[in-house]
């Protein structure tokens, strides 16, 4: 990141990761915050299928026509339910899918997309993916080259008196 951006309080390139947990979910009312307080911005939202799953769903690929259509097009009618409809006009949305390892994958676009700013949720979908994402935001935060953001799910609470929006 340049850092004269950060003098400014510029983020060209803002990236939402989701796991489409809840704690992702409220993260993404953040990373709409700021993109819409930072005009002309482009605004990532990632989602990374996990390598396990990955694998599991290689080995049937062969098998069963259009399966890998078949899980983009279930990830894209997710993103279109929960995601589409919260994004403001003004605010440019590029949706991304990659398959790996998901802080890998999330530092690796990061990078790729010369990414100045990374917003995160603290916790994941499960006790189980609480670990995972926990690691995953942590690796993400150590890692990382630019900014990043981590909304933790208590914020739901403060989230619902008043929107980051109204701030």
Not at 33 to 58: C, D, M, N
Request: aromatic residues 10%; negative net charge; hydrophobic residues 40%.
């Amino acid at each position: 990141m340049d850092i004269s951006k950060l003098k400014e309080g510029l983020f060209d390139k803002i990236l939402f990761c989701t796991d489409f947990s809840k704690n992702a979910d409220l993260a993404f009312d953040y990373a709409i915050y700021a993109a819409r307080r930072h005009p002309g911005s482009t605004l990532y939202l990632l989602h990374v299928i996990p390598e396990p799953e990955a694998q599991f769903w290689k080995t049937y690929l062969y098998e069963v026509d259009g399966i890998d259509e078949k899980a983009r097009q279930d990830i894209d009618a997710r993103i279109a339910e929960v995601y589409r409809p919260r994004v403001p006009e003004e605010v440019h949305l590029e949706v991304v899918i990659r398959i790996g390892r998901d802080y890998v994958k999330i530092l690796e676009f990061a990078e790729e997309a010369n990414v100045d700013l990374i917003v995160i949720g603290r916790q994941g979908r499960s006790s189980w993916g609480r670990v995972l994402f926990g690691s995953v935001m942590e690796k993400v935060t150590r890692k990382a080259q630019c900014a990043v953001m981590l909304i933790p799910l208590s914020a739901a609470s403060e989230h619902a008196d008043s929107s980051p929006d109204s701030v």
